[in-house]
């Protein structure tokens, strides 16, 4: 049977494995495997004991099976993704009346895993119409640049500030 957890990186995640852990002291089983080891490289550290502790019970018990086979000193490392992209996406307004705060924080709005909103500027386009011009970073095995214009940033409730969105520069990191 093949199990599937996502957003570990999020509570709801976190939730999710947690309650599925509950009786139980691994993954696929009652011993440490493969799939013990996946999960845990997706969790991104020991979950708090007083929110999630059956998963919090499951990565200490993986953390001290591991630890004798890597009796190394680690300097620490933070992971980004396979490979990741970062980019200019301008968001267009339907008109000159369209709020551009609102604007801005519906597409900041929009949290997918491997989406990280950064910098943005209003930029004019003419007749006092602005342009929002966001920086973007994309994890890309997680998210699909075309995907998130097509189906999340031009539709609704979204689409009642942005007409229109493309991406202006992309760069791979």
């Known amino acids: 049977m093949t199990v599937t957890f996502s957003d570990l990186h999020k509570e709801s995640g976190l939730k ?4 599925f852990l509950s009786g139980k002291s691994s993954i696929s089983g009652d011993q440490l495997t493969k799939d013990d080891i ?3 490289a997706a969790v991104l550290g020991e979950p708090s004991a007083d929110l999630y502790p059956n998963a919090s019970k ?3 018990a993986i953390s ?7 009796p190394g000193k680690a300097v620490g490392v933070r992971i ?10 301008p968001a ?4 000159d009346e369209t709020d551009m705060k609102k604007l801005e ?11 990280f909103w950064e910098a943005s500027k209003l930029v004019a386009v003419g007749y006092g119409i602005k342009k929002l011009q966001i920086m973007l970073t ?7 640049v075309d995907t998130m214009i097509e189906e999340i940033l031009t539709v609704e409730p979204i689409n009642e500030y942005v007409q229109s969105c493309d991406i202006a520069a992309f760069n791979k990191i």
């Open 105 to 115: 924080e519906a597409v900041r709005s929009v949290e997918l895993p491997g989406l």
């Open 64 to 70: 001290a099976k591991l630890a004798p086979s890597f």
């Open 92 to 95: 267009e307004p339907w008109d």
């Open 80 to 89: 980004g993704g396979a490979a990741a992209a970062e980019s200019a996406a």
């Open 58 to 60: 499951w990565y200490g």
């Open 16 to 19: 999710a494995l947690n309650d």
């Open 138 to 144: 994309i994890v890309d095995d997680l998210v699909s």
């Open 38 to 40: 996946k999960v845990y």
